[in-house]
T-cell receptor, first 110, second 114 residues
Framework: QKEVEQNSGPLSVPEGAIASLNCTYSDRGSQSFFWYRQYSGKSPELIMFIYSNGDKEDGRFTAQLNKASQYVSLLIRDSQPSDSATYLCAVVYNTDKLIFGTGTRLQVFP | DAGVIQSPRHEVTEMGQEVTLRCKPISGHNSLFWYRQTMMRGLELLIYFNNNVPIDDSGMPEDRFSAKMPNASFSTLKIQPSEPRDSAVYFC????????????FGPGTRLTVL
């Protein structure tokens, strides 16, 4: 069983819409959760992290965490074509190493 | 800050040859990670170091792979002998403290084994 699961997509949304990206994880003891964005041919870069249940907002991005359901999500409001990328969910496993999902490809069309 | 530096950026080699990938982490970061990314398997952790000491190498695919970190500013990942299935993008990342802070990724090395 994979430790971090994401829908591979592509998820296509029109410009200005809300994009919702989802992630589930298997390690109930995980405490830290990260969302990375990876443009084609580039390296992953961190956009959000969340440690506590609930929502965390940063500009157009909101991360949501539900530890009981082992579920993490990323909402992107007012999506822009420049948001088109692959979004990787990462979960800290065994307190010190990140396990990445395979990513969800997001396409924002004008 | 120059960020994580990796070399070479691209490597094309023939099956059976030795390949050495290099990484310079961000100064002051105590943790260093080597990842491999392929379309089929995504981003996989190969090995990571804390304070230059290998902590977990359970992701290293087989004995053909080895990694060293002789000092805080340099690490190598070696494949000997290389095989076509090793073709992938290899990323090095560093972090101030493993598991707590974000990891900063280098630009990656695209390896092609013919």
């Amino acid at each position: 069983q994979k430790e971090v699961e994401q829908n591979s997509g592509p998820l296509s949304v029109p410009e200005g819409a809300i994009a919702s990206l989802n992630c589930t994880y298997s390690d109930r003891g995980s405490q830290s959760f990260f969302w990375y964005r990876q443009y084609s041919g580039k390296s992953p870069e961190l956009i959000m992290f969340i440690y506590s249940n609930g929502d965390k907002e940063d500009g157009r991005f909101t991360a949501q965490l539900n530890k009981a359901s082992q579920y993490v999500s990323l909402l992107i409001r007012d999506s822009q074509p420049s948001d088109s990328a692959t979004y990787l969910c990462a979960v800290v496993y065994n307190t010190d190493k990140l396990i990445f999902g395979t990513g969800t490809r997001l396409q924002v069309f004008p | 800050d120059a960020g994580v530096i990796q070399s070479p950026r691209h490597e094309v080699t023939e099956m059976g040859q030795e390949v050495t990938l290099r990484c310079k982490p961000i100064s002051g970061h105590n943790s260093l990670f080597w990842y491999r990314q392929t379309m089929m398997r995504g981003l996989e952790l190969l090995i990571y170091f804390n304070n230059n000491v290998p902590i977990d190498d359970s992701g290293m695919p087989e004995d053909r792979f080895s990694a060293k970190m002789p000092n805080a500013s340099f690490s190598t990942l070696k494949i000997q002998p290389s095989e076509p299935r090793d073709s992938a993008v290899y990323f090095c990342a560093s972090s101030p403290v493993a598991g707590i802070y974000e990891q900063f990724f280098g630009p990656g090395t695209r390896l092609t084994v013919l």
